[in-house]
């Protein structure tokens, strides 16, 4: 089955740059999709197809995709952007698969 | 706007079934499928499922195959999901979400806390 593979932790600083990164297979060869989710609330979609954002969200977040590493990059952290981040993708053999989330710290 | 709105919580006994809620509105329903994610108590998020709006096709995930059944009902564009055999590791948010299979979800609804104790 297809893994998904991210850290469980992220901490950053207010105003500096948050990397997360979602590792798997050649994964490059997939889209990715990526979820904010904050405590008690639903997931929301802020990158999809690797690099695409959604209306609202902020250009703060982007992403990228190659090789073995897909990479949400938040600039700029605020405060607000404490959650839990999870990647996405759609399998052959697997289905859709989610990373196991990164829950990110702004300190 | 486009919105999701699910059923309330459910407490159910081991080896019940349980079927939860999602009212579409904001959009033509069957232009998309809805996917089911579960998420259980501090973990990560488990997709179960996507169901054609369009046409009821669906795809469950392999480890619910048997165990779970979504349906929809365009009159009301309404999706359902039903859960049988309940486990305490049932015990979850169950969320829907709109989507093309294969695709990303967005947006999501607001969650059904599903409880499975005796």
């Known amino acids: 089955s297809y893994v998904l593979t991210q850290p469980p932790s992220v901490s950053v600083a207010p105003g500096k740059t948050a990397r997360i990164t979602c590792g798997g297979n050649?994964?490059?060869?997939?889209?990715v999709h990526w979820y904010q989710q904050k405590p008690g609330q639903a997931p929301v979609l802020v990158i999809y197809?690797?690099?695409d954002r959604p209306s609202g969200i902020p250009e703060r977040f982007s992403g990228s995709n190659s090789g073995n590493t897909a990479t949400l990059t938040i600039s700029r952290v605020e405060a607000g952007d404490e959650a839990d981040y999870y990647c996405?993708?759609?399998?052959?053999?697997?289905?859709?698969?989610f990373g196991g989330g990164t829950k990110l710290t702004v300190l | 706007q486009v919105q999701l709105v699910q059923s309330g919580a459910e407490v159910k006994k081991p080896g019940a079934s349980v079927k939860v809620s999602c009212k579409a509105s904001?959009?033509?329903?069957?232009?998309?499928?809805i996917s089911w994610v579960r998420q259980a108590p501090g973990q990560g998020l488990e997709w179960m499922g996507w169901?054609?709006?369009?046409?009821?096709?669906?795809n469950y995930a392999q480890k619910l195959q048997g165990r779970v059944t979504m349906t929809t009902d365009t009159s009301t564009s309404t999706a359902y999901m039903e859960l049988r055999s309940l486990r305490s590791d049932d015990t979850a948010v169950y969320y829907c979400?709109?989507?093309?299979?294969?695709?990303?979800?967005?947006?999501w609804g607001q969650g059904t806390l599903v409880t499975v104790s005796s």
């Open positions: 979400a709109r989507g093309v299979l294969k695709d990303w979800f967005d947006p």
């Open positions: 904001g959009y033509t329903f069957t232009s998309y499928g």
């Open positions: 169901i054609s709006a369009y046409n009821g096709n669906t």
């Open positions: 050649n994964i490059g060869s997939k889209s």
């Open positions: 197809y690797d690099s």
């Open positions: 996405q993708v759609w399998d052959s053999s697997s289905d859709l698969v």
